[in-house]
Nanobody, 124 residues
Framework: QVQLVQTGGGLVTAGGSLRLSCAASRRTDSNYHIGWFRQAPGRDQEFVAF????????YYADSVKGRFTIARDFAKNGVYLQMNSLKPEDTGVYYC?????????????????WGQGTQVTVSS
C-alpha cells in the first residue's frame, strides 16, 4: 500500500506563490507516475498537472500552463507543484495521485493512490 503525504498549501493573495509537495512514505515507493488534481467547492475534480516516472512526460491543464511547474524531488522521494501568479479561481483542495501505469493522465480514475488533500485559498 503506497501512502502519499502532502505538505504545503495555505492562504495567499492573488499574484502570490505556493508550493505543494507530495512524497511517498517509503523510499521503495518511488517509481510512480504522479498527477495533481484539485476540487473547488461545488465543482468537479479537475486535472492540474502530471509528471511521469522518472520525469520525461509532463502535462498541464491549460488553466495553469505557464504559472504552475511540476517536478520531481528525488532527494525527498517526491514531487512538488510550484504555483506562481495564483488567481482566486485556483482556490480548492489539491490532491496528488499516483500509479505505476496511467494510460490517461487527465483521468482521475486512472490513479490508485491518493494523498490526503491540502487546501489552497487565493484571496482577491
Amino acid at each position: 500500500q503506497v501512502q502519499l503525504v502532502q505538505t504545503g498549501g495555505g492562504l495567499v493573495t492573488a499574484g502570490g506563490s505556493l508550493r505543494l509537495s507530495c512524497a511517498a512514505s517509503r523510499r521503495t515507493d518511488s517509481n510512480y507516475h504522479i498527477g495533481w488534481f484539485r476540487q473547488a467547492p461545488g465543482r468537479d475534480q479537475e486535472f492540474v498537472a502530471f509528471i511521469s516516472w522518472p520525469g520525461r512526460n509532463i502535462y498541464y491543464a491549460d488553466s495553469v500552463k505557464g504559472r504552475f511547474t511540476i517536478a520531481r524531488d528525488f532527494a525527498k522521494n517526491g514531487v512538488y507543484l510550484q504555483m506562481n501568479s495564483l488567481k482566486p479561481e485556483d482556490t480548492g483542495v489539491y490532491y496528488c495521485a499516483a500509479d505505476t501505469t496511467v494510460p490517461d493522465p487527465y483521468d482521475e480514475r486512472q490513479y490508485t493512490y491518493w494523498g490526503q488533500g491540502t487546501q489552497v485559498t487565493v484571496s482577491s
